[in-house]
């Protein structure tokens, strides 16, 4: 047998140098994930269909972001044409994992967090989209929950 076949799928990834982060299967069929931006901790969403991370406006200053008017308009279950600021320059980690000048979209999570609430899910300071898990060559374990993210 090969040393790569012997392996299962955390050792392999842990001796290539990813970390792993626990998941939490929600109400809603959502993965969760704690993470902090700019050294405040949060509850996040991972969302795989989301372009970009994003946060809630009522969370600017929870997360000492600097926020400015955005061109883009935000879309997605439910809700089109929503106004976005968005914040350059913050530092996202999640677990082990770390990253400096990440850039997160602000929009009204509002209709993302009264879904949440009517399934007895718990409320999110924002999610964790696409452009965060190419960044870190993200590896999902649905399975297992486990998401693994590259160190640098």
């Not at 140098?17 to 299967?25: A, D, F, I, S």
């Not at 999570?109 to 190419?134: C, E």
């Amino acid at each position: 047998m090969s040393e790569i076949a012997s392996l299962n799928l955390k050792d392999f990834l842990l001796e290539k140098g990813y970390t792993k982060v626990k998941l939490k299967l929600t109400r809603t069929n959502h993965f969760e994930i704690k993470a902090s931006i700019n050294g405040v901790k949060g509850l996040f969403i991972l969302d795989t269909g989301a372009s970009s991370s994003c946060v809630g406006f009522e969370a600017i200053e929870t997360f000492n972001l600097k926020a400015k008017d955005s061109e883009i308009k935000a879309a997605g279950a439910g809700a089109i044409d929503m106004v976005t600021q968005i914040s350059n320059k913050n530092t996202l980690k999640i677990g082990k994992w770390k990253k400096n000048k990440v850039a997160l979209i602000l929009f009204n999570l509002t209709h993302v967090n009264t879904a949440l609430v009517s399934h007895n899910a718990q409320p999110v300071d924002g999610i964790i989209g696409a452009d965060i898990l190419k960044k870190s060559k993200a590896i999902i374990d649905y399975e297992k929950k486990y998401l693994y993210l590259k160190l640098q």
